[in-house]
């Protein structure tokens, strides 16, 4: 790994893996990050519940270069920009933490499997092409 993405993975490591932990880097639950969710109730428009207002689901981080854009709704057009959305994290990071955290993100793609043919759309189903 680049020396950023190695120095990112400390941070990740402190900063980070409390939610996105395990194999695919989520616990799957719900958190908010700090910031307001703008008009999205998240896990409140389920549950009805005042505590839960603005809590949205760990997304994995696997591949995480090929999902953007990020967050919920789509609004972060960068992984840089997602992290900046994560008040609690970025509290005490300066650019260059940042920049860290996003070499080290990076490193979570695998371009071996998202060029596997294999594990690709299919050119067809049902006999018909698509």
């Known amino acids: 790994m680049p020396e ?12 980070c893996q409390g939610c996105h932990a395990g194999p ?24 009805g519940l005042a505590e839960d207002d603005g809590k949205f689901r760990t997304p994995s981080l696997r591949n995480v270069e090929l999902t953007r854009p990020y967050m919920h709704d789509g609004s972060a057009a960068t992984l840089t920009a997602a992290i900046r959305r994560h008040e609690t994290i970025v509290d005490g990071l300066d650019e260059a933490g940042i920049a860290d955290l ?3 993100l990076w490193q979570l793609t695998d371009r071996k499997f998202v060029a ?15």
């Open 24 to 47: 695919n880097f989520s616990d799957g639950a719900y958190h908010t990050l700090g910031a307001p969710a703008g008009d999205d109730p998240g896990l409140r428009k389920i549950s």
């Open 102 to 104: 996003t070499a080290f």
């Open 116 to 130: 596997d043919p294999r594990f690709s759309l299919p050119q067809k189903a049902c006999g018909r092409r698509f």
């Open 4 to 15: 950023a993405a190695v120095r990112g993975a400390t941070l990740f490591e402190a900063k």
